[in-house]
């Protein structure tokens, strides 16, 4: 076992989730080195361990978006403002939140250009020009990007005025194509989020006041922070044919008509990073799902003597030779800090496993393993590690899945009518209300002015609502959010 003593106080700086839990939210964002403030007011620099997450999480989506057949492309960040006015209720939708470019060097220009608030306009457009036929359909194209939105109220992670994301825009040539991508996009992404970043989420339809503007219908992955909110997590929308018939995007049948094409959008964001700290986070920082981790394992040895260090050291070679690329781990061997300065860095950002490597441990060949989720601590022997380690990465990944899953049930209660969700949140309540709803708009305005909760979907999987069935009803989830 390690002689490092065992630490019984956890980053006492760091204030505590149940005093302030917006406050300890942006202080494991600093501390953590996951992002820092810009000097563009409402914009932050991701800095190298928050953007090692956004690598993880764009690889392992990347991969699954190219299985369902979808190629990337990349389209301009400046957009003329003659196509966003084509599209009156994207315009509409978006306008307030747009950052416009109007000089070019020192000349003004004659036209103005939004900087990317969404692509439907550009794309709109190119695809008007490269859709001609059938045989051109389905088109199936994503770009990862960089978004511009004029928030006033900004949040790292959660609401930035410049942000990172994927979107995916896809052309149909029927509606029921279109329907099918618009549902297989939104599984690809509960799957990814509840596989790889451990959250479970609610996939389901937005209502109409909630849907995105221009579309037909808006789909979403809804999860529950810790704090009690929900946060909207992706969304995949149908938009019909009417980008289409505002860009001119049509194509020849195979009787030789021409038809509007069917389109769907769809993405998600850096927003993904901010629900991994709310999501999974405890009093003590992060706690990152192996997954996406940048570091599965750190290793940290332990010696006082010189030939103390000069054993460790030669044992440390052993297990990086062992582990290969088994896992992502890294080697902190700084003498300037100490063992206990370590583990209090490395607990703060989340690392999912710390391996102890002391004098004590050589001489028995093994290292000592102790979990970021639990503390558990567990001797491997070194011909072990190779299998146990991974083993142990896997049981953490579900392990925090399963605890989100349980908090996220307990906060949520079921009601039968408007006067409970009223009552819920009224007297302090958090988390989802489900309450059999009827599609009444004065019903969901209600909610929002008295509680400040919104629709945040109907949900696709009413398996576990079944009390709250009722004829002409649909079940739908409220919630403050995000």
């Not at 939105?149 to 040539?173: I, M, V, Y």
């Not at 997590?233 to 505002?246: C, E, I, P, R």
């Amino acid at each position: 076992m390690s002689d490092a003593p065992e630490k019984t106080s956890f980053v006492e700086d760091l204030t505590d989730q149940s005093d302030d839990f917006s406050r300890w939210y942006n202080e494991v964002i600093r501390k953590a080195q996951l992002a820092d403030n810009s000097p563009v007011k409402g914009c932050m620099v991701i800095r190298p361990y928050g953007y090692g997450i956004w690598e993880n999480i764009q690889r392992l989506l990347d991969k699954r978006i190219k299985a369902t057949g979808h190629q990337n492309a990349y389209f301009p960040l400046l957009i003329p403002e003659s196509l966003l006015q084509l599209e009156a209720d994207h315009v509409e939708g978006f306008a307030p939140e747009c950052a416009w470019v109007t000089q070019g060097g020192k000349e003004p220009l004659e036209e103005r250009y939004a900087i990317r608030p969404t692509s439907e306009a550009i794309i709109g457009h190119m695809y008007s020009k490269w859709i001609e036929s059938y045989r051109d359909l389905p088109l199936l194209l994503n770009q990862w990007a960089n978004v511009m939105r004029w928030e006033k109220r900004t949040r790292p992670f959660l609401r930035t005025s410049e942000f990172l994301w994927q979107e995916g825009h896809t052309a149909h040539a029927s509606e029921q194509e279109c329907r099918e991508e618009v549902m297989r996009m939104l599984e690809v992404y509960r799957e990814f989020v509840e596989t790889e970043l451990a959250i479970p989420v609610h996939a389901g339809k937005k209502s109409d006041a909630e849907r995105f503007a221009g579309a037909e219908d808006t789909f979403t992955i809804e999860a529950l922070m810790r704090d009690g909110k929900a946060l909207q997590a992706g969304t995949s929308h149908h938009l019909g044919q009417h980008f289409a018939k505002v860009f001119d995007i049509t194509y020849q049948d195979e009787t030789g008509k021409r038809q509007h094409v069917w389109q769907t959008s769809w993405g998600v964001s850096t927003r993904l990073i901010g629900a991994l700290v709310m999501t999974h986070g405890d009093d003590a920082g992060l706690r990152l799902p192996p997954n996406v981790a940048p570091i599965q394992a750190v290793i940290v040895p332990i010696y006082r003597k010189p030939e103390d260090k000069a054993a460790v050291l030669g044992f440390l070679e052993q297990i990086k030779a062992a582990l290969g690329e088994k896992v992502r781990f890294h080697i902190d061997d700084r003498d300037q800090y100490s063992p206990g300065w370590k583990y209090n860095e490395y607990e703060m950002r989340g690392v999912p496993v710390r391996l102890e490597v002391g004098p004590k441990d050589v001489a028995n060949s093994a290292v000592m393993s102790v979990r970021r989720d639990t503390r558990a601590k567990e001797s491997i022997p070194l011909a072990q590690l190779p299998e146990r380690l991974p083993a142990l990465l896997a049981e953490i990944q579900k392990a925090l899945f399963d605890q989100a899953s349980a908090f996220r049930d307990e906060k949520t209660v079921m009601v039968q009518d408007l006067a409970g969700v009223l009552a819920h949140f009224e007297g302090g309540g958090s988390g989802f209300v489900a309450v059999p709803w009827d599609g009444s708009v004065a019903f969901e305005a209600e909610v929002k002015a008295k509680a400040g909760a919104t629709l945040r979907c109907m949900p696709l999987d009413t398996s576990r609502f079944a009390s709250l069935e009722k004829p002409g009803h649909r079940v739908a989830l409220f919630a403050r959010s995000y």
